[in-house]
């Protein structure tokens, strides 16, 4: 049922607060005098000695759960110190990629029932690799299938593009980095803080949601465009690729996601005064080179919308632009759930503007069970 809401993705944005605490209950420790703080992940917790043990680690999915594996990617290198490669699960198969027994490979899916990702899966079962799931249907293929694993919790996901989903993957990957680390004493310091962050976010996530008037007002100024860039780096190249898949399936509008690091390769020779870019530059270790990014889209006259921590616009974009996106700040690698939201909202706005289907994308599934 969609309540008060018109359509069930304006839903499951607003859900997210609490499907977060759903995703998050039972599996943080907060810490006092007799445990440490930590995390507990029921179904990883025999599996774990593994996966530290592993030569690689592969994160296997297909859409936004192939992004969300992506905005993990950082932490989990971080803290395990064990080289991650990402894989789109139809790539992998085309490719029959090498893969070994001492891999971990993870596959990540919301409904479970993915064809591409399912297959993948027999292919890293029939080749050895330690199988890890995170999956939101408990009961699915890939749940049942895999050694082991994490049910996101999430709640039934009905809107076609993915929301709370996405939000909830990020913070079981988060958790999962956590837990292979935790052995680590020169990392403790920073997984305290990341678990304070985890015990914040429905908090800030809550702050976020108040953008969405401002998301509408931004929608309204874009709603005639053709084409919507989203540059991104770090923890949040993923977020401009997420950004960027809910504005072309919802809102039809052309709509891409590029790497920041790569501006001068290609994308560069796109600016002008037209066309809209939004440069993600929120409080990371790659914030001074997004300022750089920046400056150079400027001096090209570029049309820039930032997004950027509340109370950073003036130095993040001194000479201004043409929309500022202020969103709260957390923790570097938790900063992908929050800045999603408003592109979320983005979406959603334009999509209902532009007078599409919000819940259901011409010619698309939520559930793709055909190769
Ligand atoms: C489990 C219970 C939960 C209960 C909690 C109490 C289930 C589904 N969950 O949650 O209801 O409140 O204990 O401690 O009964 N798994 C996979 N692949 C996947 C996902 C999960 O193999 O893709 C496996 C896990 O390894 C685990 C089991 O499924 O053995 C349940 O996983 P999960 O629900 O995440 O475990 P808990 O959070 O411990
Ligand atoms: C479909 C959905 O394309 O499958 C997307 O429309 C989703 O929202 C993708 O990200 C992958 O699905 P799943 O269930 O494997 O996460």
Do not use: W
Not at 30 to 47: C, F, I, M, T
Not at 250 to 272: F, N, Q, R, T, Y
Request: with cysteine; proline share 4%; aromatic share 4%.
């Amino acid at each position: 049922k969609k309540g008060n809401y018109d359509h069930f993705m304006q839903k499951e944005i607003y859900e997210q607060p609490e499907s977060l605490r759903t995703t998050l209950r039972g599996r943080l420790i907060p810490g006092d005098e007799s445990k440490v703080k930590g995390v507990l992940l029921g179904g990883l917790k025999a599996h774990l000695r593994t996966i530290r043990r592993s030569r690689r680690i592969l994160f296997i999915g297909c859409g936004t759960s192939f992004h969300a594996a992506l905005a993990t990617r950082p932490l989990v290198e971080e803290l395990s110190e064990v080289p991650v490669t990402m894989e789109i699960a139809s790539d992998f198969l085309d490719r029959r990629a090498p893969i070994y027994r001492e891999d971990t490979a993870v596959f990540v899916s919301q409904s479970g029932e993915t064809a591409d990702t399912l297959q993948a899966l027999e292919y890293a079962k029939s080749h050895g690799a330690l199988c890890v799931g995170i999956t939101n249907t408990v009961g699915s293929a890939i749940s049942r299938g895999t050694d082991c694993g994490v049910h996101i919790n999430a709640g039934c996901e009905i809107g076609v593009a993915s929301t709370k989903a996405y939000t909830s993957q990020i913070a079981v990957m988060t958790m999962l980095a956590l837990a292979i680390g935790e052995d680590a004493i020169s990392t403790r310091a920073r997984r305290e803080a990341i678990i304070d962050g985890l015990l914040d976010l429905p908090g800030v996530v809550k702050e976020v949601l108040k953008l969405d008037e401002k998301m509408k007002e931004l929608a309204a100024t874009l709603m005639e465009e053709q084409s919507l860039l989203l540059f991104g780096r770090g923890y949040n190249y993923a977020t401009a690729l997420e950004g960027a898949l809910k504005v072309k399936e919802l809102a039809l509008m052309h709509s891409e996601g590029i790497l920041a690091g790569e501006m001068k390769h290609g994308p560069l020779a796109l600016v002008d005064e037209t066309l809209p870019i939004i440069v993600i530059a929120t409080r990371d270790s790659t914030c001074s080179k997004q300022q750089s990014v920046i400056q150079q889209l400027q001096a090209r006259k570029g049309r820039l919308i930032v997004m950027c921590a509340k109370g950073d616009a003036a130095i993040m974009c001194p000479n201004g632009a043409s929309y500022v996106i202020e969103v709260p700040h957390i923790q570097d690698c938790l900063q992908p759930i929050i800045n999603i939201i408003p592109l979320q909202l983005l979406a959603y706005h334009l999509t209902v503007l532009r007078g599409f289907n919000v819940d259901q994308p011409r010619n698309l599934a939520k559930s793709v069970t055909t190769e």
